[in-house]
């Protein structure tokens, strides 16, 4: 595997053309490539912003979220935890990094947003057959730092089966399958930066 990122202008909020940034940069694509894009950039273009402006962090988040958790006071860790759009992430996938005064939200449909740059791409570059991760971070329980994770993908597919194939000693594997759209995701944004 070979990981390439490419620096597109500045995506800004609370709007911007994500498809004409690409096709400015230097990407070129051919047969077979998987484009990770970061979700900020996708929401961004999507127009997921808001104005922080006199809105609660916390209130957005409990909105946002498909599940809110409030921490208990003694927690020395966080305030709340959430999900959203089957993630567990910090407070909703809310980000206020590099929004300029906007509280940058995920996507409304990730998959759906996944499906269509996927198509975009495709028609742009002249390809058939490429894949698109969208990505996030986030911090893992009982680990220090974020990692990159799949929100959404379109194009490929994120497990590889292992079950019922022989291990190196001819025992057969019974449970495992390997995430491999997050460990793309996981590089990617490690590239990104």
């Known amino acids: 595997m070979k990981i390439t990122a490419y620096k597109l202008r500045p995506i800004l909020p609370p709007r911007d053309n994500l498809r004409q940034a690409i096709r ?9 490539d998987i484009v990770a894009v970061s979700s900020k950039v996708v929401s961004i273009a999507e127009g997921r912003t808001i104005p922080i402006e006199g809105i609660d962090k916390e209130d957005l988040a409990r909105k946002e979220a498909d599940l809110f958790f409030k921490a208990p006071k003694t927690s020395k860790y ?4 959430t999900v959203a759009r089957g993630a567990l992430v910090g407070a909703a996938g809310i980000d206020e990094s590099n929004g300029n005064g906007y509280y940058i ?18 028609k742009t570059y002249k390809i058939k ?11 893992l329980l009982l680990r220090r730092g ?14 590889k089966d292992y079950r019922g194939t022989p291990d190196i000693f001819g025992r057969l594997i019974r449970v495992e399958m390997s995430n491999i759209v997050d460990g793309i995701a996981a590089a990617a944004v ?4």
Request: hydrophobic share 45%.
């Open 78 to 81: 966080r305030r709340y935890f």
């Open 105 to 122: 939200l995920y996507p409304k449909d990730p998959f759906k947003s996944a499906r269509e740059l996927r198509a975009g791409l495709m």
């Open 24 to 32: 400015a940069s230097k990407l070129s694509l051919k047969e077979g």
């Open 190 to 193: 490690l590239a990104m930066g």
């Open 129 to 139: 057959k490429l894949g698109v991760v969208i990505t996030d971070s986030t911090s």
């Open 146 to 159: 974020a990692i990159g994770f799949a929100l959404s993908w379109d194009g490929i597919d994120p497990l």
